[in-house]
């Protein structure tokens, strides 16, 4: 969240009332709503629009080398500019793909890091490696799931015709395992070379905008993490994790894990 | 690092050629093409390498190292 606040251009104190609204933002991906809840959604909702409105407000009065600033001076290839309408979604999805996925993802790959024997140490030993663990924890955990479109006209898969006008949930995580693209779906494989082919961050137009940056996130992570840290474990014996139940997304209520400090880490204390 | 683009994955998106001009031209097809196909050490055209791996929308840029 931290990194999405500083590269739009907005306070950095700020990215703790940014990580509510958007935690609020995605609560009805996941949860049942009574009417109650639908207001306070509603209404956090609102409170965001119009922190980013008033951001952009500034930025069209002082532009600085930040995203929001790029988003009011861009124009389409007519030169007409982009209605306040778009600009807002543009802005809210940066905001809010940026938060919950990452931090998912992050999480979700210290679980694996975890679950599957010799991966740390393999890591350890060839830190080049880090790069195909994050894609293969994309692949097989799929922080966003599944996501809906409305198909536009008649579709015809695997003898079923799906009507124009429908509403399909295209299901990344599933197409992740198809094991005619990926052998051995639910191996954690360091070295499956078509490991970043999955569907984790969707595909053509709607192709996740933060992909690259979620990368540079995921495996500075998990460098930093294995250069200072050794024997990654569960805390407890027992339910040290819990999702949280959802269609969309996939995400973590808590994880529980221990580790100790690398060696090398502790010479740089030292020095 | 050794940098490959699988053919099989490619869409012609054109990311690579486009972003990192050091290393990647338009191949058939608008597919893209690696221009550096021997090992390198340089360590600005490791960071490029990676950025584009990482810009691909395919996971078609495999690399070595
Ligand atoms: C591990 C982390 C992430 C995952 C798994 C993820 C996943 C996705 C997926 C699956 C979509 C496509 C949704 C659809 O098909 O309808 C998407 C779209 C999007 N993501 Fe991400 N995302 C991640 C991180 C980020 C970050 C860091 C940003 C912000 C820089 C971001 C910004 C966006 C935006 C703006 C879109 C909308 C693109 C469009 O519809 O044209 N995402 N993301």
Redesign the pocket.
């Known amino acids: 969240m931290s990194v999405?606040t500083v590269?739009l251009g907005l306070p950095l104190e700020d990215h703790e009332i940014l990580k509510h609204w958007t935690d609020v933002w995605v609560l009805p991906f996941s949860h049942a709503m009574t009417p109650e809840q639908e207001m306070y959604v509603a209404k956090e909702g609102i409170a965001l629009q119009q922190y980013l409105l008033a951001a952009m407000d500034e930025k069209r009065q002082n532009p600085k080398e930040d995203l929001l600033t790029l988003l009011v001076q861009s124009r389409r290839e007519d030169g007409s500019e982009l209605t306040t309408h778009e600009m807002l979604g543009?802005a809210e999805?940066?905001v809010v793909?940026?938060n919950e996925?990452?931090q998912?993802?992050i999480a979700m790959a210290m679980q694996m890091l975890i679950e599957n024997p010799g991966i740390e140490e393999r890591l350890h030993d060839e830190p080049a490696k880090i790069r195909t663990f994050v894609e293969e924890c994309?692949r097989l955990q799929?922080?966003?799931a599944g996501?809906?479109?409305t198909t536009t006209c008649d579709v015809e898969m695997h003898a079923v015709t799906i009507p124009a006008e429908s509403v399909v949930h295209?299901r990344?995580a599933a197409g992740n395992r198809d094991e005619r693209h990926f052998p051995e779906p639910g191996k954690l494989d360091l070295d499956r070379r078509n490991a970043a082919s999955h569907?984790?961050?969707?595909?053509a137009?709607?192709?996740?905008?933060?992909?690259p940056?979620?990368r540079l996130?995921?495996n500075l992570s998990f460098q930093i993490l294995l250069e200072r840290r050794k024997n990654f474990r569960f805390a407890y014996a027992e339910e040290n994790y819990d999702h949280v139940p959802g269609l969309a997304l996939r995400q973590l209520e808590y994880l529980w894990i221990k580790s100790d400090p690398a060696e090398a880490a502790m010479d740089t204390n030292a020095a | 690092m050794k940098i490959t683009i699988d053919p099989a994955l490619c869409r012609s998106r054109a990311r690579c050629y486009n972003l990192y001009t050091d290393l990647f031209r338009e191949g058939t097809d608008g597919k893209g093409e690696v221009i550096i196909t021997e090992d390198f050490e340089d360590e600005d055209l490791v960071v490029d390498a990676t950025s584009a791996a990482n810009a691909c929308p395919v996971g078609a840029i495999i690399l070595e190292y």
């Open positions: 999405m590269l543009f999805q940066a793909g940026a996925t990452t998912n993802g994309l799929s922080p966003t996501m809906y479109r295209l990344f569907l984790a961050f969707s595909q137009v709607h192709h996740c905008l933060g992909a940056l979620a996130e995921l």
